[in-house]
């Protein structure tokens, strides 16, 4: 039951019957109705009477649903049963061939075309359009904002055409061949050979082991028209396919649309039974060591049992209750042992249906260095005592308060739910033969469960999650390990000990331990900005906050709270540890109460605390509740006059760094991660990845020394975005941020407020990877300005930028397939007045980066010598407006646009003019921007080529 599962995944976060009536006249044959819709046969779950189901009498199923959210936008989806299990050896990487052939071209629209009637439309291609084969399906996307009965006809008429007859043409083929070709190439490297390791191990003897969804080169080259079309005629058939449509438009229209266009599709032929994908199998090698020199020491253990399809009912969904809360209770015993210093960074178990091939219970673990035979004995010892013990009643309380509130967020949540995200769930549901039910269903299961939630009952459940018919282990390790194979065996089998201690204290705090914080302050001025209904407010000691209340998504609150200058508040050269604030600051505590008494304090309420830095002040965020806004507000504010300075967080922080450090080399894309914003900033410190040598320099003193004066600075501006009452903002407000001290704002430096573009590059700058030798990255960047007054013509560059990656697209990926994932982007930093920049990027094959950058640059020229197209700039900024008044039904696009406003009010401006700077942008005006700035002395470069052992770009493996 998908809802069931999307409950738990909530939880885990917090810690961390209608019937299609015919009301319209068609010209196809009814679908077939019934009492009990085709997904909920066999199952006791109450129907999500909010979805109308059908089947076509040709075997077609379908589901649709009216959800307005956000505004005007409908989503379908398209589900083939058919993915990479369904292929033969020979045919590996057939399904997501034809999936990329399906989009270029088919009956109703020319090759290439599909996408341009979309992007008219205003669909950005990628994410609003877009496909996805996995080993068990292949599920078609389409997101169409501003969705018109002409738009939405059109859509569901192209759609058809690519399912029912995509064009398979040896011509087709050969394009689209090259372009999977540089896209295995692009994913290829240390991340692929783990994923692939770890499959091919823990799945032995079944079907999946040896399916990579991609597929092989050589069954890729080998493919041809003949042998794809009978794949496609096997397995796209009306019985095997499922469309799937939520949106602003009524179920009966979105119901017709189904019908005429896939009533009188029929399939070739007798329909193919399923493969055996075959059950889990003792027979095979039980542990299995990986060495993969970018990659950091990780340990996975699978206890997996045979995959049957169940009988979704409410018994068994109690079950999957019961099974969650003993595996949470177990992540949050590892969690503690982590935050306590132990010998592994992070570990999880988890419990998974994978691809109808197994039930597996998973855990995976980050040693601390290459500790990892310690932290697997560390995770199986904790997870003895869970199999040995049954949890106290104190235990089960706990979690059960975090579920509840969570299946109770998740059910005022579900009103304003995107329907896209409702449309997956359907898929999903389909995809592992299960159901789906509405919120108010679940959280009654749930409540019904109170006297199950025994610890005989929980003990019973983990027991079983972790009895299987086969457990294998696999150890990735950046160096070679001597008796490797014989270690890895043990790790798995050595006898444990029960580990006791990383049971919670039952002794629980409450707000009061907090610091104290000082009187109440008061409020001395507000006012509103009619426009859109904001209240601007000032408290007595300075803070200042902006407050936005609204229904737009009920029962939740965005707040952002912000203080000091960010990267503004120290010089280039004094940025060597602003990196590790984000990995430390919400971990350290509070005063001398440790971050896990604190999760304790809050257990089962909407309280966070996540830090991060921006480019002009630091930021606690969270989303609350309104049950919860007061305490939420006392917490950040106690944090930043009572910051903790644990060093366990430090430490901890310190290792995943290094550990992580080596995975930068894996590939040209994640040198790229590692380097290009420091030296697109000129090499900047602020924006500089720390190497292990530069991090065991530090150690707890110098992090709270560096780190103090920081948390201390003003000014501090509070944002709170959504639903809650103003006047008990206020209160709460004034009893948390306005009990702080004042704090002055502090001014920033000549030094620290600019930010300086790198110099051009005659010859590219070059960087090295350790990954795939057929692997390289390009750059080729030009300066451009910054600064909240210039504005409008950042987000023109954005449209001169949507314009060079189309051409990227449909030339350098769709005609030349030279790369999978060409890209340009434009960054226009408001908070900065310099160090803008237009980039384009792409992976290339090392011969062809030469190619990339001949490309861009007569990319730039025809741009200077020749304004755009009206269609071209309509392709552009059609799917940009659409993007803006889609993000504008929810919060955080507010917040986002005008954090920082009560000190700068220039952003009230600049967010009024957003929609027009888009709209209004012209083919002279781009025309002009690239004149102004794509000049060719002083473009910068930059290529990740392969490393070699003589320091030279050429093959390393």
């Not at 950042?794 to 949507?802: D, S």
Request: glycine share 6%; hydrophobic share 40%; net charge negative.
């Amino acid at each position: 039951m998908r809802k069931f599962s999307y409950a738990l995944a909530l939880a885990a976060l917090l810690l961390s019957t209608n019937t299609y009536a015919q009301t319209a006249s068609v010209t196809t044959a009814s679908a077939k109705t019934g009492a009990q819709p085709w997904l909920y046969e066999g199952s006791d779950v109450p129907v999500d009477d909010t979805w109308t189901f059908g089947v076509l009498p040709n075997g077609l199923r379908y589901a649709v649903k009216k959800n307005d959210v956000p505004a005007g936008q409908v989503s379908i989806r398209v589900r083939i049963d058919a993915g990479a299990l369904h292929e033969n050896n020979d045919e590996q990487g057939f399904a997501h061939l034809i999936e990329h052939l399906s989009f270029r071209g088919s009956t109703f629209v020319p090759d290439g075309e599909a996408k341009r009637i979309w992007q008219r439309f205003g669909v950005t291609f990628g994410s609003d359009s877009n496909a996805q084969t996995t080993p068990t399906q292949t599920v078609y996307k389409l997101d169409l904002p501003n969705a018109t009965q002409e738009k939405l006809d059109e859509s569901v008429k192209i759609i058809s055409g690519m399912i029912r007859n995509p064009r398979i043409s040896p011509t087709a083929l050969n394009a689209e061949r090259a372009i999977v070709l540089a896209e295995l190439r692009e994913n290829s490297g240390a991340q692929m050979i783990y994923s692939d390791a770890l499959r091919q191990h823990a799945f032995q003897g079944q079907r999946l082991a040896s399916r990579s969804t991609i597929g092989t080169p050589e069954t890729l080259q080998a493919a041809d028209a003949i042998h794809l079309s009978a794949f496609h005629d096997r397995w796209y058939r009306p019985e095997n396919t499922v469309v799937v449509m939520a949106g602003d438009m009524e179920p009966a229209q979105l119901a017709n649309l189904v019908q005429r266009y896939f009533n009188d599709w029929k399939g070739k032929g007798a329909r193919a039974p399923e493969p055996d994908f075959g059950d889990p199998s003792p027979q095979g090698t039980p542990a299995r060591v990986l060495i993969e020199p970018t990659l950091p020491h990780m340990v996975n253990i699978s206890y997996l049992r045979p995959w049957r399809k169940v009988n979704d009912t409410i018994a068994y969904n109690e079950q999957l209750l019961i099974d969650a809360l003993a595996m949470q209770i177990i992540n949050r015993r590892l969690e503690v042992q982590a935050r306590n210093g132990g010998n592994y960074l992070f570990a999880q178990v988890a419990q998974e249906d994978i691809s109808r091939t197994a039930d597996a219970t998973l855990v995976s673990l980050t040693p601390v260095g290459d500790q990892w035979e310690a932290a697997t004995r560390d995770v199986r010892a904790i997870i003895a005592d869970a199999v040995a013990t049954a949890p106290s009643v104190a235990d089960i309380d706990r979690e059960r308060t975090l579920f509840g509130n969570a299946l109770r967020t998740m059910l005022d949540s579900y009103p304003f739910e995107a329907a896209a995200k409702q449309a997956d769930d359907i898929v999903s549901a389909v995809d592992i033969r299960e159901t789906v039910a509405a919120p108010k269903t679940v959280v009654q299961v749930y409540e019904g469960l109170k006297d199950n939630f025994t610890p005989e009952r929980l003990l019973e459940s983990t027991q079983k999650l972790f009895s299987a018919d086969v457990i294998r282990l696999l150890v990735s390790s950046p160096t070679s390990i001597p008796d490797a194979d014989n270690r890895a065996l043990a790790a798995l089998n050595a006898p444990v000990a029960a580990n006791t201690s990383a049971r919670l204290s039952e002794n629980t705090l409450g707000f009061a331990a907090l610091p104290q914080l000082g009187p109440p302050g008061t409020l001395v001025a507000e006012d509103i900005l009619s426009r859109w209904d904001i209240n601007r407010l000032e408290l007595s000691n300075g803070v200042r906050a902006l407050l936005y209340p609204n229904k737009a998504e009920s029962g939740q609150i965005r707040l952002l709270v912000r203080f000091g200058r960010g990267y503004q508040a120290v010089n280039p050269d004094q940025g060597g540890l602003l990196w590790a604030g984000p990995l430390v600051l919400s971990e350290n505590g509070i005063g001398n109460i440790k971050r896990t008494e604190i999760d304790q304090m809050v257990n089962g309420r909407r309280i966070e605390l996540n830090f991060s830095v921006d480019d002009d002040a630091f930021q606690f965020g969270a989303n609350t509740r309104p049950d919860d806004l007061a305490d939420q507000l006392i917490l950040i504010a106690t944090k930043l006059e009572h910051p903790g300075w644990d060093p366990a967080p430090v430490e901890r922080a310190k290792a995943l760094a290094t550990s992580g450090y080596a995975s930068f080399e894996m590939s040209a894309m994640s040198v790229l991660q590692r380097d290009l914003e420091y030296l697109l900033r000129n090499k900047d410190a602020r924006w500089k990845s720390a190497t292990p040598a530069e991090v065991a320099k530090i150690d707890a003193a110098q992090f709270e020394a560096y780190w103090q004066p920081l948390m201390a600075q003003g000014p501090v501006e509070v944002l709170l975005f959504g639903d809650f009452d103003k006047s008990e903002a206020v209160k709460a407000l004034e009893k948390s941020f306005g009990a702080m001290a004042p704090r002055a704002p502090l001014p920033v430096s000549t030094a620290a407020s600019e930010l300086r573009f790198p110099a051009p590059t005659a010859a590219p700058l070059r960087l090295t990877h350790r990954g795939a030798s057929d692997q390289a990255a390009a750059v080729m960047a030009w300066p451009t300005g910054g600064g909240i007054s210039g504005i409008t013509e950042g987000r023109q560059l954005e449209t001169l930028a949507a314009i060079f990656r189309d051409r990227l697209f449909e030339k350098f990926r769709a005609e030349q397939a030279a790369s999978y994932s060409p890209d340009m982007a434009a960054n226009w930093p408001i908070n900065f007045n310099s160090g803008g920049y237009l980039m384009a990027y792409a992976q290339v094959n090392p011969a062809d980066v030469d190619r990339f950058f001949a490309f861009a640059d007569d990319v730039a020229a025809d741009l200077i010598a020749n304004p755009v197209s009206a269609d071209e700039l309509q392709r552009a900024v059609e799917p940009t407006k659409q993007a803006i008044e889609r993000a504008a039904s929810g919060n955080t696009f507010w917040l986002n646009q005008l954090k920082g406003a009560s000190y700068h009010p220039e952003r009230f401006v600049a967010l009024g003019r957003l929609y027009s700077d888009f709209n209004d942008v012209t083919p002279p005006i781009l025309q002009s921007l690239a004149q102004r700035y794509f000049i060719k002395d002083k473009a910068w470069k930059l290529v990740v080529a392969p490393h070699s052992d003589d320091g030279t770009a050429t093959a390393a493996r």
